[in-house]
């Protein structure tokens, strides 16, 4: 099993920035797609960003120009940087492995492998 760990959570106030970090096992960690995912009290879990292979990038439109996702692939970890942050980015945020690299990334039924979750709180 694929072992994946957030970290990086926290709170902030609103237009303050926190950077998560994501680490996770596995030799192939660079074939994996990565996504980043948030679920806000009383919501569903949202497809927040991906990034596949190295460079290969996709964001909600609730956080692009905001959010940047980047990997490290030497050191197998995957980042997500939070600018202008709002009160309604506060949310459990998830770090997820897919490692069949499907196509439908903003699918979260595609995804293998799961953090924990960290938690992100933005006050007003």
């Known amino acids: 099993q694929v072992q994946v760990v957030e970290s990086g959570g926290g709170s902030v106030q609103a237009g303050g920035s926190l950077r998560l970090s994501c680490a996770a096992s596995?030799?192939?960690?660079?074939?994996?797609?990565m996504g980043w995912f948030r679920q806000a009290p009383g919501k569903e879990r949202e497809f927040v960003a991906s990034?596949?292979?190295?460079?290969?990038?996709s964001y909600a439109d609730s956080v692009k120009g905001r959010f940047t996702i980047s990997r490290d692939n030497a050191k197998n970890t995957v980042y997500l940087e939070m600018n202008s942050l709002k009160p309604e980015d506060t949310a459990v945020y998830y770090c997820?492995?897919?490692?069949?690299?499907?196509?439908?990334?903003?699918?979260?039924?595609?995804?293998?492998?799961w953090g924990q979750g960290t938690q992100v709180t933005v006050s007003s």
């Open positions: 997820a492995a897919d490692v069949h690299a499907s196509s439908t990334y903003w699918r979260q039924e595609n995804y293998d492998y």
């Open positions: 990034i596949r292979w190295t460079t290969t990038t």
């Open positions: 596995g030799r192939a960690f660079s074939l994996y797609f």
